[in-house]
C-alpha cells in the first residue's frame, strides 16, 4: 500500500515516525511502573538502604591498615590541606575589610555639644585588632602548609569568634563551622587509632567484673585446697580431764 509505513525506511538509519497516541501510552505506561508519589517522597527525604550500604562502601575505602591511620591521624590530608590554604588568604581579606569598615563608621571623639562620645574608639584599638586578625591568618596558612589538622581548626576558630564578636556574623560563621568540622575529624581520627592500637574497643563494665572476678576464683580455689596443720589435730585428739575420770 502506498499510505503504509515503509519497512525499508524503518529499518534504515532513520528512526520510525511515532504518533501522539503511541506517545501517550508509552508515558502512561512508563508512569504507572513508578513507585508512588508518597514513596518516592519517603525515598527522597530517608535514605533508602542501597544508598547507605553504598555510602557505608564508598567511606570503607579509608586508612585500613595500621600505619595508614596513624599517618591521618597525624597529618590532615590534601582536602583540608587545600580549604586552609584557601580560607587564609580570604580570612585576611575579611579582615582588613572589616577594620576598615569599622574605623570608617567610628563615630566622632566629640559630640555636637563637645561632650565625648563614649561610642568613640582609637585608632591604636582598631590598628591592634587588625594585627591580631592578620596574624591569626598568618598562622592559619601556616597550619594549613604543615598539615597540623587540630591546630588548623583552634586558629580557625579563634578567627571566627574574633569576627563574630566584631558584629559581622555573616562573615564569623563559616569560619566556625570549618574550625569544627577539623576538631571533629581530628578527634574521631584520635579515637580510631586508639581503638585500632588496643586491638578491640572499650570494654564494658560486666566484661570489666567478670575479668577482675577471675583471680577471686582461683584464690577460692586455693582455700579450698586448703588442709589444717597437724597441730590441731593432736590438740582435737587428746584426752579431756573428765574422759580420763570415767576411765578411772
Known sequence: MAGGPDPAASKGGAPPQVSLRQRLLARREHDSEKAPLRDRLRNLVLKPAEAATDSTAKGSHGPATLEELEAEARSANDKERFIGLVAAPLAAAIGILVISALIVNDPPARLKDGQIDTLHVGLSLYHDLGGVILALSVLMLVTAMWRK???????????????????????????????AWLLVRAYRLQRDLREATEGSPSRTGAQRRGRGATPRRSSAKANSRYTPPSGARKRSSAPKPGNKQQAR
Open 149 to 179: 589538622r587540630l591546630y588548623l581548626g583552634i586558629v580557625t576558630a579563634l578567627y571566627g569568634l574574633a569576627i563574630f564578636n566584631l558584629h559581622y556574623w555573616g562573615f564569623g560563621v563559616p569560619f566556625i563551622l570549618l574550625s
